[in-house]
């Protein structure tokens, strides 16, 4: 199973998401701290895109520019009534943007996807 590195400022999403990859046997761990996110080597980084506690595609943006992000995959998830921050994740290179919704009935399967 694949390992994966959560960035939620919603604790409550975010061990919901957390609890729900584990079940699925992935190895998962959450952060809050945007700032300090580091993927070390995860095969999959989950992004909120919805925080308001930080901008996920900037941190993004910046894993990727400072080289750390290396061969991990990102996933956004964002609320579905925000299109214009789906298209600035996927302008930005994101390689799967989903909504809430969907991350909640599909997680696993999204990151065995990504993870391949």
Not at 2 to 14: Q, R, T
Not at 20 to 25: D, F, I, P, S
């Amino acid at each position: 199973m694949a390992s994966v590195v959560a960035l939620f400022d919603d604790l409550l999403l975010g061990s919901n998401v957390l609890g729900m990859l584990r079940v699925a046997g992935h190895e998962a761990r959450l952060t809050g701290d945007a700032a300090a996110v580091h993927p070390d080597g995860a095969a999959v980084l989950i992004v909120d895109l919805a925080s308001a506690g930080f901008d996920g595609v900037a941190a993004v943006e910046r894993l990727r520019a400072d080289g750390e992000l290396g061969e991990t995959r990102t996933l956004g998830v964002y609320s579905h009534v925000d299109a214009e921050t789906k298209r600035r994740a996927e302008a930005a290179g994101f390689d799967l943007v989903v909504p809430r919704s969907r991350m909640a009935r599909e997680g696993p399967a999204l990151i065995e996807r990504l993870a391949g």
